[in-house]
């Protein structure tokens, strides 16, 4: 009765009507991840649909409380307490299939939920997918224009290849090359030895053929003075007297250039003196510097190139040419009959480099006194000469020259200047510090043990200046 006069709270069928909604929709789905492409769209609109069912199955779920408008109609009116008591009945009898519709509708309702999210879920992944699809194209893209590189590269590297080959055959050419030069060049050093030992032994020839041509002009020019009818004037033996002293001119130049060390490295150790020529304001043209004994002038060389005014003398003809080849002022004289040719107080300043020790200890005394007479006020006189304080020199390296007279202990030399007439007289040696050498005072150098006189230094120096 309630079937045919209430027909649209058919639960039944509209529970049938959900399974059909479900079963397609579970359809769709299958379809759908068969799928490629999703489309879910559809599946939103279908749960809309199944959603506004659930609506109207809730609706006809309810409670009913109120008699149907159509039931009201003859024949069936009815009176409102018996239509109030059929609808309790009613209630009564469908309270548990209610409950069983509303539980339905809650599941389903929950149902749809999850499919929601579902939706969202897999729209969230068909995003992510697209998004690495793109990446992929992409990627392929990448691995397109990485072929196509590796292709130049490829063709890159057999054009290098070809080049090195070519650089190797040009590398084999200039091997050949070098070996043939290298040959050349062995041939050319021993050719060179040969003409060096020829040159050597020529050198020696002409060294002996000299020494003999010496020997044989002495002994003629003896043998002249028994054979001549009239003895030599004073003068013809003046002459030959003073040619005599040259005759070893040569020979003393070989020896210095073997013993007292190379022109650079004695320029380079002139050095220190130039802060000394700095503060006494010498070596200007009205102060000029006279270098006695200048040598192969090293010294006078280092003063020209630091812009002072020298003159140097020596007796010694190749080094005085050797002065003059440098543009060197120079001049040929004795050192005490030149200092007398001066007036007072005429020079700036005097040095004298390894010369002292050559002098007789009369000469020496002249030295000082025309130095004394011929210096400027507060001009100063640089005298180097070899330290008897190192026990090597003193006891041998000293007598290596023969031309040496006596070796002078520094402090005889400082005693000299004192009572010759210089002031603030020192004597000083030579010490090396952080590679920079500077002067010390004697006086302040401690000998303590036989290494001490082992490894003062090899030389000394004179600083005298006139009041």
Not at 317 to 334: I, S
Not at 358 to 380: A, M, Q, W, Y
Request: charged share 25%; proline share 3%.
């Amino acid at each position: 009765m309630i079937h045919s006069n209430n027909p649209e709270i058919n639960v039944d069928e509209l529970i049938q009507k959900i399974y059909d909604e479900v079963a397609k929709h579970q359809v769709h789905s299958r379809t759908i991840g068969s799928k490629s492409n999703l489309d879910t769209s559809r599946m939103r609109s279908n749960i809309s649909y199944i959603e506004a069912l659930l609506k109207n199955a809730e609706s006809r779920s309810i409670i009913r409380t109120k008699w149907p408008d159509k039931l009201n109609r003859f024949p069936f009116k009815i009176p409102t307490k018996l239509q109030q008591f059929i609808l309790k009945v009613i209630n009564f009898f469908f309270k548990d299939q209610r409950e069983v519709n509303f539980n339905l509708i809650g599941t389903l309702r929950e149902s749809i939920a999850l499919n929601r999210q579902l939706i969202e879920q897999v729209t969230n992944l068909k995003l992510q997918v697209d998004s690495l699809n793109g990446s992929v194209n992409q990627i392929n893209n990448r691995l397109n224009t990485i072929d196509d590189s590796k292709t130049v590269a490829g063709s890159l590297l057999n054009s290098i290849e070809e080049n090195l080959d070519t650089i190797n055959r040009r590398l084999q050419a200039v091997d050949v090359q070098i070996q043939r030069i290298d040959e050349h060049l062995i041939n050319t050093d021993i050719r060179i030895k040969k003409a060096d030992e020829f040159y050597i032994k020529n050198d020696s020839y002409l060294k002996n053929d000299l020494i003999q041509q010496k020997r044989l002009i002495t002994m003629f020019l003896a043998e002249a003075r028994k054979r001549l009818p009239e003895p030599f004037s004073q003068e013809n033996l003046q002459t030959f007297i003073n040619e005599e002293q040259h005759f070893l001119d040569a020979f003393y130049v070989d020896f210095e250039d073997k013993f007292r060390g190379s022109q650079q490295d004695i320029f380079n150790s002139f050095k220190v003196y130039l802060p000394l020529i700095q503060e006494a304001k010498v070596g200007t043209p009205e102060s000029p510097i006279l270098d006695v004994g200048c040598g192969r002038g090293e010294w006078l060389e280092l003063l020209r190139n630091s812009g002072y005014t020298a003159k140097g003398l020596d007796i010694n003809r190749v080094m005085l040419e050797q002065c003059r080849y440098k543009g060197l002022e120079v001049q040929e004289a004795d050192v005490i009959a030149y200092l007398q040719t001066l007036p007072d107080e005429s020079l700036g300043a005097i040095t004298g480099f390894h010369i002292i020790e050559h002098l007789p200890f009369e000469t020496l005394i002249n030295l000082f006194d025309e130095s004394v007479r011929v210096l400027k006020p507060n001009g100063l006189v640089i005298f180097e000469t070899p330290n008897t304080r190192n026990i090597l020199v003193g006891s041998g390296d000293f007598y290596r020259d023969p031309t040496h007279k006596n070796p002078i202990h520094p402090d005889t030399l400082s005693f000299i200047a004192e009572a010759r007439g210089f002031i603030k007289n020192q004597s000083c040696f030579f010490e090396e510090t952080e590679g920079t050498v500077h002067l010390i005072n004697s006086l302040t150098r401690k000998f303590d043990d036989l290494n001490d006189y082992v490894t003062v230094s090899r030389d000394m120096v004179l600083l005298a200046y006139k009041a």
